[in-house]
């Protein structure tokens, strides 16, 4: 039976139980502030970085992996006999992708594949997790990832935002410049839409109102939604927050698998403290 690998990097937001339940391989990405580099989730977390964001009052830059870095790590892995699936965070929000289909150029074609995720955070888990079971089931790399390529766009991302700031300077989300700063109290809704953060909604009040537009966009899909993994991702959410969203997905449809997980530093560095989103599958 081929040996697979699934590799993919810190920012798909799979708890270390998962990783190591599924046997994925992940990489850290690079948070950059106070003139020091951290590997993510190695190095520093995300409780950690807000720390720093207030030492140092500047705002993290984040590191892609070179090319080289990707061919070492593919290389390795392909040496030890494996054949290597490889999906990070998507080519929309970071070069990384560019990065390993360059690395790419000069390794086996037969042992390895590259897909875009399109996505970020626990949208890539929840495709991680499908491949995973892909491989389980004895289906071979090429067989996995054309599967995963059909899955890409029944992703739906979703996340309330407490603060643009993060998102706004950081410039990886079309839409908040037009109001940045001049309505304080809108609590916007974050869609990923065609591999880019958009934002969808623009919710005024308490921070429940975002999360009860989260849940309608949610109710929507709910015919449609794939039971077998949800996710609700966090950057150092409310526990109120994260306990009512719980809730209301669980009486909405029956969850096999309703995981709570915490956002990589690289996410949180563009989405700021407080961001939970619900992230699934649709048929």
Do not use: W
Not at 9 to 18: H, K, M
Not at 98 to 105: G, L, P, R, T, Y
Not at 108 to 137: C, H, M, Q, Y
Not at 278 to 283: A, F
């Amino acid at each position: 039976m081929e040996k697979i690998k699934i590799v993919t990097d810190c920012t798909s937001d799979l708890s270390e139980e998962l990783i190591e339940k599924h046997n994925i391989h992940t990489v850290p990405l690079i948070v950059n502030i106070g003139g020091k580099s951290y590997k993510d989730k190695e190095e520093i977390n995300t409780k950690e970085l807000f720390e720093k964001v207030k030492e140092y009052d500047e705002l993290p830059k984040t590191s892609a992996l070179t090319p080289h870095t990707y061919y070492e790590l593919f290389k390795d892995l392909i040496d030890q006999g494996y054949s290597v699936l490889y999906m990070g965070i998507g080519s929309g929000f970071s070069s990384c992708y560019q990065n390993s289909m360059i690395a790419s150029e000069d390794l086996p074609k037969d042992k390895l594949r590259i897909v875009d995720s399109a996505n970020l955070s626990s949208g890539i888990g929840l495709l991680l997790l499908k491949a995973a079971k892909f491989r389980d089931e004895g289906n071979s790399l090429n067989e996995i990832a054309d599967k995963l390529e059909v899955l890409v766009p029944k992703v739906r991302t979703m996340f309330s935002i407490d603060t643009l700031e993060y998102l706004h300077k950081g410039g990886r989300c079309s839409g908040t410049a037009r109001f940045f700063g001049s309505m304080l109290k809108i609590k916007p809704i974050i869609r990923v839409v065609d591999g880019k953060m958009v934002v969808a909604k623009k919710p005024r009040g308490k921070y429940k109102v975002a999360l009860d537009t989260q849940l309608d966009y949610f109710m929507h899909d709910k015919d449609n939604i794939d039971p077998e993994n949800i996710f609700i991702t966090h950057c150092l959410a409310h526990d109120e927050d994260i306990e009512y969203l719980k809730e209301k997905i669980t009486q909405t449809i029956d969850v096999k698998n309703l995981h709570v997980t915490n956002a990589s530093s690289v996410i949180s560095t563009h989405c700021g403290p407080r961001t939970i989103g619900i992230l699934y599958i649709v048929d």
